[in-house]
């Protein structure tokens, strides 16, 4: 009998191995936490090279671009995905805990995209006018050419780099109160879609189901929506970059993997996506 049990003892021991050999941590971690407008690009990243680098594990979550470059401060994440620039009180915070200002890297671009229902006449708004609607002195659509209905706004939460480059470039002001504010970008999209005398902003990648408006940068431009060339030219006036924000100046893994982002393989991702180049 304990020959037996030996025997047992062995095989089972032999099969533990195995397994933990199957399921062996990769040798490389990297975690990637911030803004909802870059993380179904950040996914498909982290999932392609993934597949060619089986010893990195690269984790990616969204929540924001001001919750992702908290992660960074607080030492929660590696890499901070923002829609905005860091502000400076964020720089002074990662100095007094890591003796840094921080390494930015601009890793695509994006046309902020205003959304309106297919249902509505209006096709085409000025920087001015989304600036009076959105801050509320523009309240109904018959302003605007529109029908004679309520303008119902959706945006951003404050924790969104889109709602701060929103706001600091287009708005130039405080949203009206009436503006309800969602956790992303996608749930804006559907309230867009649902409500026929809605408004809403957000990425270029997420404009499904809902028309596109046109937009001038004022009353003399020509109205135009976010592409390749408008964005490449600067015509389409709501033009940012999006950005990878890290602690220090990336080494190994990491290095490796930022590279291949801003590589043409990297870059083509970013067109499939829905967004646009940096180069």
């Known amino acids: 009998m304990k020959s037996i049990n030996i025997k047992r003892f062995a095989v089972v021991a032999i099969l533990l191995g195995m397994i933990g050999f199957a399921f062996a941590p990769a040798a490389d971690k990297i975690v990637v936490k911030g803004?909802?407008?870059l993380v179904i690009l950040a996914q498909k990243w982290a999932e392609v090279y993934m597949k060619s680098n089986p010893s990195v594990a690269i984790q990616v979550t969204g929540g924001g671009s001001g919750v992702g470059i908290s992660a960074l401060i607080n030492?929660?994440?590696?890499?901070?995905?923002?829609?905005r620039k860091m502000k400076q009180t964020e720089k002074e915070k990662l100095k007094a805990r890591y003796n840094t200002l921080g390494v930015e890297v601009a890793c695509a671009k994006d046309?902020?995209?205003i959304y309106l229902n297919p249902a509505n006449k209006v096709t085409e708004l000025s920087i001015d006018q989304l600036s009076k609607i959105f801050k509320g002195e523009i309240k109904n659509w018959k302003q605007v050419g529109g029908a004679?209905?309520?303008?119902?706004?959706?945006?951003?939460?404050?924790s969104s780099g889109t709602y701060v480059f929103f706001q600091e470039n287009v708005v130039k002001g405080d949203y009206a109160p009436s503006c309800q504010t969602l956790p992303g970008t996608a749930a804006v999209v559907n309230a867009v879609k649902k409500d026929p005398n809605a408004i809403g902003y957000g990425g270029a990648a997420y404009a499904e189901g809902i028309e596109i408006c046109k937009v001038k940068k004022d009353d003399k431009s020509k109205g135009c929506i976010p592409t390749a060339e408008t964005i490449k030219t600067g015509e389409y006036p709501i033009t940012r970059y999006l950005y990878m924000y890290l602690r220090n100046k990336p080494t190994g893994a990491m290095k490796s993997y930022i590279d291949w982002i801003?590589?043409?393989e990297g870059q083509k991702l970013v067109v499939e996506m829905g967004y646009f180049p940096v180069k």
């Open 35 to 37: 803004s909802d407008t």
């Open 75 to 83: 030492g929660a994440t590696d890499i901070a995905n923002a829609s």
């Open 111 to 113: 046309g902020i995209t």
């Open 148 to 158: 004679d209905a309520d303008i119902k706004l959706y945006g951003r939460e404050n």
């Open 262 to 264: 801003l590589s043409p």
